[in-house]
T-cell receptor, first 111, second 113 residues
Framework: KQEVTQIPAALSVPEGENLVLNCSFTDSAIYNLQWFRQDPGKGLTSLLLIQSSQREQTSGRLNASLDKSSGRSTLYIAASQPGDSATYLCASQTSGSRLTFGEGTQLTVNP | DAMVIQNPRYQVTQFGKPVTLSCSQTLNHNVMYWYQQKSSQAPKLLFHYYDKDFNNEADTPDNFQSRRPNTSFCFLDIRSPGLGDAAMYLC????????????FGPGTRLTVT
């Protein structure tokens, strides 16, 4: 059974700092790895999806990498802004289309 | 513009009173999913439909049922809500089964009093 872990559970940084969020998974037989953003009390917004054959994906200030062999993914946020404050969830897709989520990293960017 | 729509956004029900949550999609996707997310926890898959084929996760309580009358709509029925069923319920769709990106709706926050 796939297990997904995210470290740290919470992170507080000053505005402008570059930061890295970590995601690890136990079963490397994944279709893809997806990063989501969740604002308090809201649904999930997809940020980046990395297919199993890819090493990384970029969108604006976000860069996600995938290392299947070690069971790790990272989300890099450049020049963080207060508007980036949210919970970031990673999810691996295995066994058909099932998404297994981590419990998220709660990010606070202080002005 | 909205692709996956959930209604209502907030639902309050009484202990034991049946409740139905609604999801619709404009993407014409074959697969629709329901996830449950309790406070500060990871979303958990309850079940999914591939077209009209229903697939229940092994640990989904019998209290939860689902209907998909057509491609666009999917409903989550909670027959006798308990306090432990208070959660955010997320609907998602994907074009097909197996490695396709999932698109999520805004969620329905369910409160049980």
């Amino acid at each position: 059974k796939q297990e997904v872990t995210q470290i740290p559970a919470a992170l507080s940084v000053p505005e402008g700092e570059n930061l890295v969020l970590n995601c690890s998974f136990t079963d490397s037989a994944i279709y893809n790895l997806q990063w989501f953003r969740q604002d308090p009390g809201k649904g999930l917004t997809s940020l980046l999806l990395i297919q199993s054959s890819q090493r990384e994906q970029t969108s604006g200030r976000l860069n996600a990498s995938l290392d299947k062999s070690s069971g790790r993914s990272t989300l890099y946020i450049a020049a963080s802004q207060p508007g980036d404050s949210a919970t970031y969830l990673c999810a691996s897709q295995t066994s058909g289309s099932r998404l297994t989520f981590g419990e998220g990293t709660q990010l606070t960017v202080n002005p | 513009d909205a692709m996956v729509i959930q209604n209502p956004r907030y639902q309050v029900t009484q202990f034991g009173k049946p409740v139905t949550l609604s999801c619709s999609q404009t993407l014409n996707h074959n697969v629709m999913y329901w996830y449950q997310q309790k406070s500060s926890q990871a979303p958990k898959l309850l079940f999914h439909y591939y077209d009209k084929d229903f697939n229940n996760e092994a640990d989904t309580p019998d209290n939860f049922q689902s209907r998909r009358p057509n491609t666009s709509f999917c409903f989550l029925d909670i027959r006798s809500p308990g306090l432990g069923d208070a959660a955010m319920y997320l609907c998602a769709t994907s074009r097909d089964w197996g490695g396709n990106e999932q698109y999520f709706g805004p969620g329905t926050r369910l409160t049980v009093t």
